[in-house]
């Protein structure tokens, strides 16, 4: 197993920056397909982004495509999520989320994730 922990979340103004880190521990962290996730008041949860092993490759939603980027550090078992250009509309709580058996096509689906983080608040607001 895996066991995952956000930080970063707060309040932040519209059209500012704010970075989310998810530190992991557990089995070799390198080897987890990683991704990013937020739910809305109200809302289901929704993809953010994600990364397989290498973090060569990223994958976004279109609402945060060119606003967001994720990174990983394998050698701090750490993945982040800056969050630039921020909108109200980007304001949930965002997961950090981690597997080991995706492929491109699960990315995007919440269920495709064994792996999850409690999930730190974000508020986007004046």
């Known amino acids: 197993q895996v066991q995952l922990e956000e930080t970063g979340g707060g309040l932040v103004q519209p059209g500012g920056s704010m970075r989310l880190s998810c530190a992991a521990s557990g089995r070799p962290y390198s080897r987890y397909t990683l991704g990013w996730f937020r739910q809305a008041p109200g809302k289901e949860r929704e993809f953010v982004a994600a990364?397989?092993?290498?973090?060569?490759?990223?994958y976004y939603s279109d609402s945060v495509k060119g606003r967001f980027t994720i990174s990983r550090d394998n050698a701090k078992n750490t993945v982040y999520l800056q969050m630039n250009s921020l909108k109200p509309e980007d304001t949930a709580v965002y997961y950090c989320a981690a597997d080991l058996n995706l492929i491109l096509s699960d990315l995007g689906r919440h269920a495709a994730y064994d792996y999850w983080g409690q999930g730190t608040r974000v508020t986007v607001s004046s």
């Open positions: 990364t397989f092993r290498t973090g060569s490759s990223t």
